[in-house]
C-alpha cells in the first residue's frame, strides 16, 4: 500500500496504519496496561524523536518535556541552525542536551539521501530531467547521478521547479545519453558521505555528541541505505511504519518509528500503540515535527501522559543504546 518512494509528508498517515494493519487481530479492546510479570523499574523503554530543528522544538516542545521531566531526541540539521529566526540555536541545542537531550543527525541542510524515481525518460539534449519529486533539485551545483538499468549519467544541478508536466530539476549541461523513465536520481556517493561527515563535524564543532540519524523524507532508498548504516549506529526510520522494535535480535540501525502528529495518528492508534509496547519487549520509538500545526501542544501533552500512564519509560537513543546492549 505504501511505496517507498512517496515522500514523508504524504506518507505519514499511511504509515501508521501500516504498523496497525500488522497488528490488528490483537489487543485494539485494551485500554489499561497490562501488569507484566518482569519486576523491572518500568514496563519497558519509548524514545520520542523531533526532526529538522526547528524554534518549536525549544519554545514549546521542550518546554512541555521539561514540566514532565523526561527527555527527548532532536534530529537537527546542523546547517540551518541559528540560519534564521525559524530553527533552534546551537546554544538553544545545549540547554537542551544539558537537560538531557539527544542529538540525532538529520544531515546537514536536509538533503534527500535516497535515490527518487524519474517521471519520464530523458532524451539525449534534454536539460530537464522530470522526477517523482524534485528534492535533488534543492542546491544549484550539487553533484547529481542519473541513472537506469543500461546507462549513468553524472551531472550537476542548475535548479528546479514544476509545471503541468511535473516537478522537475534543471541541469547545467544537456545529457548525450538515453535514460529510460525506470531510472532514478541520486547523489553520488562521496557526497552522500561528505554531507554526513559534515553534519557530525559541525556538530562535534559545537561539543554535540550524536547518537543516530533520521532520513530526511523518509529517502532511504539506494546506496544511502548501506553508507548511513555505516556510518551511524542507530537509525530511527529505517523503513516507514512500525514503531515497535523488538529487542530481541534488534539491528539499531534498522529500526522505526511511529509519527504522532494528529493528521498521522488518533490518540486511540497511540494508546494501542502503547499497549502492544507493554505488552512486548520492544523498543517503542516516536516521531513527530515540532513545527507542524498538527503537533499540538495537546498532542505532545496527551502522548507523555499516555506513556507515564503505562509506566514505561521515556528516555533517550543513547541510553536505550547502551541498555540494550
Ligand atoms: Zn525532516
Do not use: C
Not at 519509548?46 to 524554534?55: E, H, L, R
Not at 540501525?253 to 507493554?278: G, H, N, P, Q
Request: net charge negative.
Amino acid at each position: 500500500m505504501s511505496s517507498p518512494d512517496r515522500d514523508e509528508e504524504n506518507e505519514r498517515s499511511q504509515t501508521n496504519r501500516s504498523d496497525n494493519d500488522n497488528k490488528s487481530e490483537e489487543g485494539t479492546e485494551s485500554e489499561k496496561p497490562k501488569e507484566t510479570e518482569e519486576s523491572e523499574d518500568s514496563n519497558g523503554m519509548v524514545v520520542f524523536t523531533y526532526d529538522d530543528s526547528p524554534i518549536e522544538d525549544y519554545t514549546q516542545t521542550f518546554s512541555i518535556h521539561q514540566e514532565y521531566e523526561v527527555p527527548g531526541n532532536a534530529a537537527v540539521n546542523p546547517g540551518q541552525m541559528g540560519s534564521s529566526d525559524s530553527y533552534l540555536t546551537p546554544d538553544q541545542l545545549e540547554e537542551m542536551v544539558d537537560a538531557g537531550w539527544d542529538v540525532l543527525s538529520h544531515t546537514y541542510k536536509h538533503r534527500a539521501l535516497g535515490k527518487i524515481r524519474l517521471d519520464q525518460s530523458l532524451e539525449p539534449g534534454d536539460e530537464r530531467v522530470y522526477v517523482d519529486r524534485n528534492r535533488h533539485g534543492r542546491f544549484d551545483e550539487d553533484p547529481l547521478v542519473i541513472f537506469d538499468e543500461e546507462n549513468r549519467i553524472a551531472t550537476e544541478v542548475a535548479g528546479r521547479g514544476s509545471n503541468d508536466t511535473g516537478e522537475f530539476i534543471e541541469l547545467t549541461n544537456s545529457v548525450s545519453t538515453y535514460i529510460s523513465d525506470t531510472g532514478y536520481t541520486k547523489y553520488p556517493e562521496w557526497k552522500i558521505q561528505e554531507v554526513l561527515e559534515k553534519t557530525d563535524t559541525q556538530l562535534a564543532e559545537w561539543g554535540f555528541d550524536v547518537s543516530g540519524f533520521v532520513y530526511p523524507y523518509g529517502r532511504y532508498d539506494g546506496v544511502a541505505e548501506e553508507i548511513v548504516r555505516d556510518h551511524y549506529d542507530a537509525v530511527v526510520n529505517h523503513r516507514w511504519g512500525g514503531g515497535l522494535n523488538e529487542i530481541e535480535g534488534l539491528d539499531p540501525t534498522t529500526m522505526r518509528r511511529m509519527y504522532i502528529e494528529e493528521d498521522a495518528a488518533s490518540e486511540e492508534d497511540i494508546e494501542v500503540f502503547l499497549d502492544k509496547a507493554v505488552e512486548n519487549d520492544v523498543l517503542a520509538i516516536f516521531g513527530a515535527h515540532s513545527q507542524y500545526e498538527t503537533m499540538t501542544e495537546e498532542r505532545t501533552r496527551f502522548t507523555i501522559e499516555s506513556v507515564l500512564a503505562r509506566d514505561l519509560e521515556i528516555t533517550t537513543l543513547s541510553e536505550a543504546m547502551t541498555r540494550i546492549n
